[in-house]
């Protein structure tokens, strides 16, 4: 769990983490992505050779990604956005004020079938080209966790928020609301179990 500190970023540092994609978790365009799916790609891509962007427009890139790789719960994503670029500059202060957290993976599926009951695609192998920060992500789970200032980290204040609800132990809301929150951590769902 990351731990609060204070409410301001350091635009020097502007360090994001997050996920970028969730395993087994069906996103808007009914795909599915399956662990183990992003492996070949990131053995043969390498970190650096896949693009930090802006709402996927490849005349926006914002920022490098230091660390990418896959998890129990998905592909996990650490950077850097460049504080010299302006857009990048911009999205710290919109990730301040919880404004703008989402994540979004351009890619190619190399392998996927799709399942003929639910009409489900699940992506087995995928050649990922970029992941971008975006306003709406396509998997309303893919977001970033925190930023970082200095060498410590902070939640972001939507994620301070639904901590702090998950706590109360209230019933979760609508679905139809749910559906335009961000999912819940792990962590958050164990203690509300």
Do not use: C, N
């Not at 710290?92 to 009951?117: E, T």
């Amino acid at each position: 769990m990351l731990a609060p500190i204070s409410t301001r970023l350091s635009v020097s540092d502007g360090a994001v983490e997050g996920y970028a994609s969730l395993f087994g978790e069906v996103d808007q365009a009914r795909d599915m992505v399956m662990p183990g799916a992003f492996d070949a790609s990131l053995r043969s891509r390498g970190v650096r050779r896949v693009p930090m962007l802006f709402q996927h427009d490849p005349a926006e890139p914002i920022g490098v990604w230091l660390d990418l790789h896959e998890d129990s719960r998905g592909l996990y994503a650490r950077g850097r956005l460049i504080p010299e670029v302006v857009r990048a500059r911009e999205l710290l202060a919109l990730l301040d004020a919880g404004a703008a957290d989402g994540l979004s993976i351009g890619f190619r599926a190399v392998k996927s079938r799709v399942d003929p009951r639910t009409r489900i695609r699940k992506l087995e192998a995928i050649d990922l080209w970029e992941i971008s920060l975006v306003t709406f992500p396509l998997l309303p789970g893919a977001r970033v966790r925190a930023v970082k200032e200095g060498h410590s980290s902070r939640p972001l204040p939507a994620a301070r928020a639904r901590s702090i609800w998950a706590a109360t132990g209230f019933a979760p809301a609508p679905q139809a609301a749910a559906a335009q929150l961000p999912s819940l951590t792990d962590a958050q769902i164990s203690r509300r179990a």
